[in-house]
């Protein structure tokens, strides 16, 4: 390691706050983004199963 | 080569394969992040004159990397969708919209905040950071006439790829503001005629984490465009029956 601590790496000599502010706000976005999509596409798949089990009871239903 | 075409415009063959590579590349982008960010801004020596804040480099090069080749990507789907009206290239275009538009905020944003400590300022209306902020404009209006279309699909695919093609002449303006205008922004640290102006010892961290966002924006584009056509064709036979399958 480049820093002889954890505390002088958190700090990089004044400039802790820029460099650790730029890579959490970077990290955030890249985190963000699948899982918006990850939970989007979740719930149209649960959507259409729903709607599926419905067509198909309502077809048996229709049957009897 | 016409089946191969075929086969790139076939949604159902794309759902596929996508699906299989997204767990690998997911793998592969953490695996470069991590190892390139960790070198980075933790073993790398620090920069003589810009002190650590340097340091941001590892992410501020990579974003602005990939948000400009993203826009090339983006432009042929929006060429190929004009000419073949193909579907998979209007959902890549949408896709690549939308994290084009996220990494060029990035880019802007780290290099505002590199800014500070290195200029005195977090903004200045130079060349290269002005150019950067009109391909976050032209990202941001295909991504908003998706949105403020969307009861017109084939309008809106039309207009946004209009908007693409025409946009490209941003471009070069970027590559070459920094040559062309007297800027504060510093000069391409690395170019493909030539030695990276910088230590190895900086530059393999570097490389590590622009190959990591190039592997990122391969997954997000696989994953929005997986969803893109879930949205789109939940209703075609060979959806629902993945659906049925599900249970």
């Known amino acids: ?64 | 080569m016409w089946s191969w075409f075929h086969k790139w415009g076939s949604p159902k063959w794309f759902y596929g394969m996508a699906g299989r590579c997204l767990p690998w590349v997911a793998v592969a982008t953490l695996l470069c992040w991590g190892i390139g960010l960790g070198w980075g801004l933790l073993v790398a020596p620090m920069d003589f004159r810009q002190g650590n804040s340097f340091r941001i480099i590892y992410v501020h090069v990579p974003v602005a990397v990939v948000s400009l080749a993203g826009y090339y990507l983006m432009a042929i789907a929006a060429a190929i969708h004009l000419v073949w009206r193909m579907k998979l290239a209007d959902m890549a275009l949408k896709s690549a919209a939308l994290i084009g538009a996220a990494l060029t905020f990035l880019a802007l944003v780290t290099g505002a905040i590199w800014g500070k400590p290195t200029w005195g300022t977090w903004w200045v209306w130079d060349a290269r950071i002005t150019s950067m902020l009109v391909l976050f404009l032209i990202y941001m209006g295909i991504v908003l006439l998706y949105e403020a279309l969307a009861d017109r699909p084939e309008q809106a695919s039309r207009v946004c790829a209009i908007l693409a093609l025409v946009g490209t002449v941003n471009i070069p303006i970027i590559y070459k503001s920094v040559d062309w205008w007297y800027s504060l922004h510093q000069p391409a640290t690395i170019r493909f005629t030539g030695a990276p102006s910088m230590d190895p010892s900086m530059f393999y961290p570097l490389l590590w984490c622009i190959v990591a966002c190039y592997l990122m924006y391969g997954t997000l584009m696989m994953l929005y465009v997986r969803g893109e056509i879930l949205r789109r064709e939940i209703r075609t036979q060979w959806l629902q029956d993945i659906v049925r399958g599900m249970r």
């Open chain 1, 1 to 64: 390691m480049y820093f002889d601590s954890w505390q002088q790496a958190w700090e990089m000599a004044g400039h802790g706050p820029y460099v650790w502010g730029a890579i959490s706000i970077c990290l955030l976005l890249f985190i963000w983004l699948p899982v918006r999509e990850l939970i989007a596409q979740r719930q149209l798949l649960r959507r259409e199963q729903r709607r599926q089990q419905l067509l198909s009871q309502q077809a048996s239903m229709g049957n009897t």
